[in-house]
Nanobody, 123 residues
Framework: VQLQASGGGLVQAGGSLRLSCAASRRTVSNNGMGWFRQAPGKEREFVAAISWNGDSTIYADSVKGRFTISRDNAKNTVYLQMNSLKPEDSAVYYC?????????????????WGQGTQVTVSS
């Protein structure tokens, strides 16, 4: 599986961005998917995860109520809608796919990782 994250950019605080993670080489319609982020000098942290059919989602406390993870299995794509962005959301955002149908907040759960897309939120 190859994962390609896109949609990052520069936005003012309070603004919105929508990240996409497109999978290629094989379908991820049966795979749990997740988003993680890493800011300079910090460890990679969990953002959101979704089960294979979208029925179950998990969010980090820091993004609950502001971010929404979703998926379109027909397009082999997972999305992260980010609203009410804050400067502390600035990071490189990575998508990941698991060989299992559930999502997880654990990085070790995932087997495939995309290359990341930069999100910068100015104050």
């Amino acid at each position: 599986v190859q994962l390609q994250a896109s949609g990052g950019g520069l936005v003012q605080a309070g603004g919105s961005l929508r990240l996409s993670c497109a999978a290629s080489r094989r379908t991820v319609s049966n795979n749990g998917m997740g988003w993680f982020r890493q800011a300079p000098g910090k460890e990679r942290e969990f953002v959101a995860a979704i089960s294979w059919n979208g029925d179950s989602t998990i969010y980090a406390d820091s993004v609950k109520g502001r971010f929404t993870i979703s998926r379109d299995n027909a397009k082999n794509t997972v999305y992260l809608q980010m609203n009410s962005l804050k400067p502390e959301d600035s990071a490189v955002y990575y998508c990941a796919a698991a060989r299992r149908p559930a999502g997880s907040s654990l990085a070790g759960w995932y087997n495939y990782w995309g290359q990341g897309t930069q999100v910068t939120v100015s104050s």
